[in-house]
């Protein structure tokens, strides 16, 4: 099973940048299929933003063109923030071992990360 470690969230002010990042460890099958997810309290888990081993991506609305996911040939996983806002808000969550391809739906992936809380403030 592989094993996901977040980092990189912090406090921001709106229209600022963070770049999380998701150290991978485990068997590599596991990670074809990756994504961040986010999730704030009283909230379901959200997707944002998902990759596939040939560089496909896929993005939730509000996350296009702001966002940008990508892997390292280490399969180490990356989340590029820009421009962001107060909505964005969040403890964001590495997620891999994805079983139904390019996905941002939570129970189509196995494997969490513990989180790393983003803060944007307005």
């Known amino acids: 099973q592989v094993q996901l470690v977040e980092s990189g969230g912090g406090s921001v002010q709106a229209g600022g940048s963070l770049r999380l990042s998701c150290a991978v460890s485990?068997?590599?099958?596991?990670?074809?299929?990756m994504g961040w997810f986010r999730q704030t309290p009283g909230k379901e888990r959200e997707g944002v933003a998902a990759?596939?081993?040939?560089?496909?991506t896929f993005y939730t609305n509000s996350a296009k063109g702001r966002f940008t996911i990508s892997k390292d040939t280490a399969k180490n996983l990356y989340l590029q923030m820009n421009s962001l806002k107060p909505e964005d808000t969040a403890i964001y969550y590495c997620?891999?071992?994805?079983?139904?391809?390019?996905?941002?739906?939570?129970?189509?992936?196995?494997?969490w990360g513990q989180g790393t809380q983003v803060t944007v403030s307005s």
């Open positions: 990759i596939d081993d040939s560089g496909y």
């Open positions: 997620a891999a071992d994805g079983r139904v391809g390019l996905s941002l739906r939570t129970d189509h992936y196995n494997s």
């Open positions: 485990g068997y590599s099958y596991d990670t074809r299929y």
